[in-house]
């Protein structure tokens, strides 16, 4: 979005709200947030009331920006903000808005892209890429597979420039083989490094190449150079969280994820659509 734009829509709170409910309508026209129903009743509170599962809303009930306390016009504030990646203490100061609330807001949208991948699954094909990465505080000893206590995320990137992340309890064949059937077609060629946890690709209909990064990083094609730079991608953003939670771990690297597979789109607008959507969960 043009910087223009966006201060044209956030000038005043009127301006705000009455973009966030055009946004809110489908070629015009609204419906209900819950069944998508277009044949509303209106009642004379100036509410609506969806005549097939009787849902009683206004413009932005049902969303997930419903579920915050700021205005309109803070609300695309901080959506901006986060798109720019700024932390949410700076969100806070910048905005005046208590930092409880920004971090209520920030988590939400995390949550709502978080559900968003989990609504549109994508099954990767053609060259494909694996690997493991451990994320979490330092620690002395082992690293690697040999580490303790750390979070172990596994990364499955197609050659075509798409990720896909996922929080694994270990890097046994099982754990690994079970993410790569639910998310790579059959038949793909899969690039790995040595680990023997790989081994088993070969028997679920992959054709599986390996490279052994004790001798070399690169032999022709079989490379996993790609979700290595993913790691680095994401870890250089996750480290100024200066530590994360476990339980909440999923939902910083689902965004790592959506942002890498959105670097070339207008962030903005897919931001303000995910918090216009129904809040499912």
């Known amino acids: 979005m043009e910087l223009t734009n966006y201060e044209t829509i956030v000038k005043n709170e009127d301006s705000a709200f009455r973009y966030l409910s055009k946004k809110c309508r489908k070629n015009g026209h609204r419906f209900c947030p819950k069944c998508t ?17 009787r849902y009683t809303f206004d413009e932005l009930s049902g969303r997930w920006l419903n579920q915050s306390r700021l205005s309109c016009q803070n609300w695309l504030r901080v959506l901006k903000l ?47 890429e694996l ?25 499955i990137l197609g050659r075509r420039g798409r990720v896909s992340v996922s929080v694994v309890k270990d890097a046994s064949a099982e754990s690994l083989m079970n993410e790569t059937v639910k998310k790579v077609r059959r038949g793909s060629i899969v690039y790995t490094d040595k680990w023997r946890g790989y081994d088993s690709l070969m028997f679920c209909g992959y054709k599986h190449l390996n490279i052994d990064h004790t001798h070399k990083f690169k032999q022709g094609k079989v490379y996993i150079n790609g979700i290595e730079g993913f790691w680095s991608f994401a870890k250089e953003r996750l480290i100024k969280h200066h530590g994360i939670s476990p339980r909440k771990f999923l939902q910083y690297i689902k965004e790592m994820e959506w942002r890498y597979n959105n670097r070339n789109k207008e962030l903005y607008s897919l931001l303000v659509n995910y918090m216009l959507g129904a809040r499912n969960t």
């Open 131 to 155: 690997d493991e990465s451990y994320f979490g505080g330092k620690r002395k000893g082992l690293r690697g597979r040999g580490s303790r206590n750390k979070t172990i995320v596994f990364g």
């Open 82 to 128: 986060f798109e720019l990646e700024v932390s949410t203490n700076k969100i806070a100061s910048q905005l005046a808005v208590p930092y409880n609330t920004v971090h209520r807001a920030v988590m939400l949208v995390r949550h709502a892209i978080l559900c968003s991948a989990a609504d549109a699954p994508v099954l990767l094909g053609g060259e494909i």
């Open 37 to 53: 129903n277009r044949k509303l009743w209106k009642l004379g509170s100036g509410k609506r009331r969806c005549s097939r599962c």
